[in-house]
């Protein structure tokens, strides 16, 4: 896949795309441009049938941070308003990938970037990322909706109205990100994550994202219902006799070869 933007950069390698925020200077604040350059890349590798796995990254030191605060200066409200929805969709974009969307927070994560990182399936971030919602600081409201549904009422209030930093450790804790370890070791990671999940199979991968999705926004038994039409896909795609085949390999084990 060859795409150019100007503010995001996206690369594939072995089924896996990158799609980096990629304005360093400017700390990969999101500005207009880059809404509309996240939105068209994501939308890119959903299409792709080639790519399994999505990785969100931020070019230098910190993930993201924010908004563009600056762009805004001087401009109308319909403007604002347009450049809200414009990043709106970009994030759901990300939550409605077919494919995992994993977001390596190496550093800070602020306001907007918060909701790209939150947008992905999950985090994997290194000691030295942070998370900080300062949307009520600068006079905006945003970010409540998903980080309400991962942390709770209480505390998405607390941070929402206070726009305090949360540290990597305190964030693993509330659920912010699923996994933190050491600057040094977050590549690692990454690549044992990467590998784990192009070892499942990718049409029940799609499918088990799209149940838990949304599950999470349905009753339990609507729920279910969503899990049995996903296994009637399956079954009509004859991926599941390829998984039962790899499974009995598996449990041959060197024993039972021997006779």
Request: aromatic content about 6%; charged content about 25%.
């Amino acid at each position: 896949m060859q795409k150019t933007y100007e503010t995001v950069a996206l690369t594939t390698e072995n089924a896996v795309a990158t799609i980096l925020l990629n304005r360093p200077d400017k700390r990969n604040a999101l500005n207009y441009q880059m809404c509309l350059d996240l939105l068209d890349a994501v939308r890119a590798v959903d299409a792709d049938d080639s790519i399994r796995l999505v990785l969100v990254r931020g070019a230098g030191p910190t993930f993201c941070a924010g908004a563009d605060v600056a762009e805004r200066k001087g401009v109308s409200t319909e403007w604002l308003r347009n450049r809200r929805m414009r990043a709106f969709a970009a994030y759901d974009a990300l939550q409605d990938c077919g494919k995992p969307c994993i977001a390596v927070a190496h550093g800070p994560v602020i306001g907007s970037g918060a909701e790209i990182a939150t947008a992905c399936d999950f985090v994997l971030a290194s000691d030295l990322a942070s998370f900080r919602y300062p949307e009520t600081v600068r006079g905006s409201v945003g970010a409540g909706q998903r980080l309400l549904r991962i942390v709770g009422k209480a505390m998405a209030k607390e941070l929402l109205f206070t726009g305090r930093t949360i540290p990597a450790a305190e964030a693993l804790r509330i659920g912010l990100v699923n996994r933190v370890v050491p600057m040094a070791e977050l590549e690692g990671l990454v690549a044992e994550t990467v590998q784990q999940i192009l070892g499942s199979f990718p049409l029940s991968v799609s499918l088990m994202k799209r149940c838990i999705d949304w599950g999470a926004e349905s009753d339990l038994r609507t729920g279910m219902a969503y899990e049995r039409l996903a296994i009637d896909r399956l079954l009509a795609t004859g991926e599941w006799k390829q998984g039962v085949d790899n499974f009995i390999t598996e449990m041959a084990t060197p024993r039972d070869r021997k006779g």
